[in-house]
């Protein structure tokens, strides 16, 4: 959460940038003081305090608050280890396993309720209206683009996933008011991804961005579900990003199936299961 703050501190207003500065400074002291007394130390309205949660995400002081004391108090067991390369297989299995389950841990304290219930309702808006929903991602993010393809599809939606960017613009051309696309970014910064993403906006989709905080891309987009980790860009395969990202897509699946209700689903599922059998040695 801390290094969240950190990273969309450029892209926040002056006033709501020196709040920030004052969660920093003493997280757990911003946890337990009035809004009244953190106005005063950060030399701000108390509507600011309350703006500056509400643009990392949470619903407002209190769910801020919330948030902030648990990863203050809880903390993660583990630390993000760079894979060397003398490490041997015990040590390589250790760091894999250990950096996925801290990014799970940090990523479950730092989520913002508020944002994935935008993008659900947004995703099951465009169901129910039977609009288009695309999935966006290149390299790396291409793959979590084609398996969010793949679950959503699973649930009857009228969903496709792009790798390509000259197919991401054209496709982002022809979206229009009530369609959704999500777009799966590690950096945030790849010129395609962004570049399609104004595109569908301008036309009026709604946009989700899965990326880093105070990335272009998570500034493009109408709503950001941050995933925000320590891994570099530069170094071996963006291994943790990336589980991180199909983390967060189930989560949207699960909560898009819920919505949808299981009287829909369940005879579609269970329809879909018995075709399959064929295709299975008994």
């Known amino acids: 959460m801390l290094d969240r703050i950190r990273a969309s501190l450029p892209s926040l207003a002056p006033a709501e940038q020196r709040v920030g500065k004052l969660v920093l400074a003493d997280p757990r002291a911003f946890t337990n003081l009035p809004v009244t007394e953190l106005a005063d130390r950060a030399h701000v309205s108390k509507p600011t305090v309350v703006r500056f949660c509400r643009s990392m995400g949470y619903d407002g002081l209190t769910d801020f608050k919330r948030k902030l004391a648990g990863t203050v108090s809880e903390g993660v067991p583990f630390i993000h280890r760079s894979v060397d390369t003398d490490d041997k297989t015990g040590d390589v299995l250790v760091k894999v396993i250990d950096n996925?389950?801290?990014?799970?841990?940090?990523?479950?304290?730092?989520?913002?309720?508020?944002?994935?219930?935008?993008?659900?309702?947004?995703?099951?808006?465009?169901?129910?209206?039977?609009?288009?929903?695309?999935?966006?991602?290149?390299g790396n993010s291409g793959v979590v683009a084609q398996d969010a393809q793949h679950k959503f599809f699973r649930l009857g939606l009228n969903t496709i996933a792009y790798s390509d960017g000259h197919m991401q613009v054209m496709s982002?051309?022809?979206?229009?008011?009530?369609?959704?696309?999500?777009?799966?970014?590690?950096?945030?910064?790849?010129?395609?991804?962004?570049?399609?993403?104004?595109?569908?906006?301008?036309?009026?989709?709604?946009?989700?961005?899965?990326?880093?905080?105070?990335?272009?891309?998570?500034?493009?987009?109408?709503?950001?579900?941050?995933?925000?980790?320590?891994?570099?860009?530069?170094?071996?395969?963006?291994?943790?990003?990336?589980?991180?990202?199909?983390?967060?897509?189930d989560i949207l699946a699960t909560c898009v199936a819920l919505r949808i209700g299981g009287e829909t689903l369940q005879p579609m599922l269970q329809e879909m299961k018995n075709n399959l059998r064929s295709k299975r040695y008994a």
């Open 172 to 249: 982002a051309s022809i979206l229009r008011p009530g369609d959704c696309v999500v777009v799966i970014s590690n950096s945030g910064r790849t010129r395609d991804l962004v570049d399609a993403c104004d595109i569908a906006r301008k036309n009026g989709a709604t946009t989700i961005t899965i990326t880093a905080s105070g990335s272009p891309l998570a500034s493009s987009s109408h709503i950001h579900l941050a995933a925000d980790h320590p891994e570099g860009y530069d170094r071996y395969s963006p291994m943790v990003s990336r589980l991180m990202h199909l983390m967060v897509i």
């Open 100 to 138: 996925t389950v801290a990014a799970f841990l940090k990523y479950r304290n730092d989520a913002s309720t508020a944002a994935i219930e935008k993008a659900v309702t947004a995703l099951v808006d465009a169901y129910r209206q039977g609009r288009r929903i695309e999935f966006f991602g290149v």
